[in-house]
């Protein structure tokens, strides 16, 4: 007779953080994994430059609050800076605003979304979601 070895219980949960899936949920709804940052955008639109705070980056784009107004379908280039500690992250990239959301009371937050333009602004937004996962 063979020894039978009891299964042992895998832990199948999702969790965040380096090393864990990327995806929060899978089918027909799969929502891309959003890292939370302590990040500053310094954002350039047609005919100005904007500040504000990046909230959250995914491996497609990022929520950015600002005192300014945006309004949706503005193309954008951005310079993210994710800061952690003495260690800087800095990346370029390109997109487009997306949707805005307005919680009550507070200011509106912008949701972007990335466009590279080449393979190079590709793995530099690649690049930035890996080291805020981090």
């Known amino acids: 007779m063979e020894n039978v070895v009891p299964s042992q219980k895998i832990d199948l949960t999702i969790s965040h953080g380096p090393g864990a899936p990327i995806f929060d949920q899978s089918g027909p709804h799969t929502r ?38 945006l309004q949706e379908g503005q ?20 997109g487009e605003i997306r949707r805005i959301v307005t919680p009550e009371g507070e200011r509106p937050m912008y949701g972007c979304a990335f466009k590279p333009k080449t393979v190079q602004e590709r793995q530099a937004q690649d690049w930035l979601y890996s080291q805020a996962l981090r």
């Open 32 to 69: 891309i994994r959003r890292a939370p940052v302590s990040a500053i955008g310094a954002m350039k639109l047609s005919n100005k430059e904007i500040y504000g705070k990046v909230l959250d980056i995914s491996s497609g784009g990022c929520l950015f609050r600002t005192e300014a107004t």
């Open 75 to 94: 193309a954008f280039s951005m310079r993210i800076t994710i800061m952690e500690g003495s260690r800087r992250v800095v990346a370029e990239v390109t």
